[in-house]
T-cell receptor
């Protein structure tokens, strides 16, 4: 079974621009979560989607948004990029996101904002 | 905030058992203990989880104390490829505020040496 895939793997953007990252979950998984990893803050939860609905949200500004499609693929968008948004963005999938579940992570998208 | 405490770093000789401790003294009755690891610049990898009984899989063993206030992840025969940051996470089985969400602490950096 194919793992979680994320595209693109690397991205360089300029301050003020916007960016869209994509995540394809493991086949059959309906829950997709997004995380941001920086050296200073570590791994932080952004949001989770299930059945095309945002079900949980972390403590990030409204510039960070996401969506999920009917095939469970998910995208996250960051508008008006700031230098501090430079990070590794990880998505993870699980069957339902509830119960004693295991979450499987993709390789991440490395975003650099200049 | 993470509900676990782990030593920041540990060393282990190749071929020996690596025993990684985790303190979770405020764990609740319905909270599971999960272990993930992250090899440099990759997405975290699920290792194992448990509620109160000891668990074993092909990767590792998880020993949870009877009072559930601490646990130990055991890698029976560490190899150089086991060098990674290991995260101990507690999360409830149910609860709308926790769907699809893992709260990562700083983890333990395990260095396996030849």
């Amino acid at each position: 079974k194919a793992g979680v895939t994320q595209t693109p793997r690397y991205l360089i953007k300029t301050r003020g621009q916007q960016v869209t990252l994509s995540c394809s979950p493991i086949s059959g998984h309906r829950s997709v979560s997004w995380y941001q990893q920086t050296p200073g803050q570590g791994l932080q939860f952004l949001f989770e989607y299930f059945s095309e609905t945002q079900r949980n949200k972390g403590n990030f500004p409204g510039r960070f948004s996401g969506r999920q499609f009917s095939n469970s693929r998910s995208e996250m968008n960051v508008s008006t990029l700031e230098l501090g948004d430079s990070a590794l963005y990880l998505c993870a999938s699980s069957l339902t996101g509830q119960g004693a579940y295991e979450q499987y992570f993709g390789p991440g998208t490395r975003l650099t904002v200049t | 905030d993470a509900k676990t405490t782990q030593p920041p770093s540990m060393d282990c000789a190749e071929g020996r058992a690596a025993n990684l401790p985790c303190n979770h003294s405020t764990i609740s009755g319905n909270e599971y203990v999960y272990w993930y690891r992250q090899i440099h610049s990759q997405g975290p990898q699920y290792i194992i989880h448990g509620l109160k009984n000891n668990e074993t899989n092909e990767m590792a063993s998880l020993i949870i104390t009877e009072d559930r206030k601490s646990s130990t992840l055991i890698l029976p025969h560490a190899t150089l490829r086991d060098t990674a940051v290991y995260y101990c996470i507690v999360r409830p089985e149910f609860g709308s505020g926790n769907t699809g969400k893992l709260i990562f602490g700083q983890g333990t950096t395990l260095q396996v040496k030849p």
